[in-house]
């Protein structure tokens, strides 16, 4: 059974750096069938997709945060990890990693999530 | 970038209900659409893709339908397990874009 389980620090000073490992158990990041997301939810909001990483290592990212994002890939380790600049409290929110599948012709579907860690950007 | 509309907003109903979801696209994404569920505290699970494909393991009082910029989710008989937020995604665009969630309470 595939697992994600996201870590990093809870709390997070305005307009430093941000920095989540996801670490992926019971299947490979390196396998070319699916590839990885960061979706992120404020407090009592909707979700925001962030951002994907492909079985090439290839990137994409949401507009709204491509200046300040980085989302890499760490198979020695079976891991994601994802980075965020310049941080506001417009960033505290919780925020999971996800296999990203296809099915039947059906891109982006997000069928794996981790539970989640909450990042309060904060003094 | 594609605007996801989910009304309502927030939706009332008792066990044994029919209920509807509808989640409306700012232009047309075909059958690009999944839906998710959110019990609170939760990560969202994948309910249903591709408009109207049930996910494995999905109990089948869950359906979807639509195509173009209209869809919605139906669920036939509403379970206590049921209540929850609902949220659709579109993936027509590769800027996969959510809507603002619908929130089913018990009456």
């Known amino acids: 059974q595939l697992q994600l389980q996201e870590s990093g620090p809870g709390l997070v000073k305005p307009s430093e750096t941000l920095s989540l490992t996801c670490t992926v158990s019971?299947?490979?990041?390196?396998?070319?069938?699916?590839?990885w997301g960061w979706i992120r939810q404020p407090p009592g909001k909707g979700l925001e997709w962030i951002g994907n990483?492909?079985?090439?290592?290839?990137?994409y990212y949401s507009p709204s945060l491509k200046s300040r994002v980085t989302i890499l890939k760490d198979t020695s380790k079976n891991q994601l990890s994802l980075t965020v600049s310049s941080v506001t409290a417009a960033d505290t929110a919780v925020y999971y990693c996800a296999r990203v599948n296809q099915v039947a012709g059906n891109p982006g579907l997000l069928d794996y999530w981790g539970q989640g860690t909450l990042v309060n950007v904060s003094s | 970038d594609i605007q996801m509309t989910q009304s309502p907003s927030s939706l009332s109903a008792s066990v044994g209900d029919r209920v509807t979801i509808a989640c409306r696209a700012s232009?047309?994404?075909?059958?690009?659409l999944n839906w998710y569920q959110q019990k609170s505290g939760k990560a969202p699970k994948l309910l249903i893709y591709g408009a109207f494909s049930l996910q494995g393991g999905v109990p089948s009082r869950f359906s979807g339908s639509g195509s173009g910029t209209d869809f919605t989710l139906t669920i036939s008989s509403l379970q206590p397990e049921d209540f929850a937020t609902y949220f659709c995604q579109q993936t027509y665009s590769i800027q996969y874009t959510f809507g603002q969630g619908t929130k089913l309470e018990i009456k």
């Open positions: 232009q047309t994404i075909s059958d690009s």
């Open positions: 019971g299947g490979s990041i390196s396998s070319n069938k699916y590839y």
């Open positions: 990483i492909y079985y090439d290592e290839s990137t």
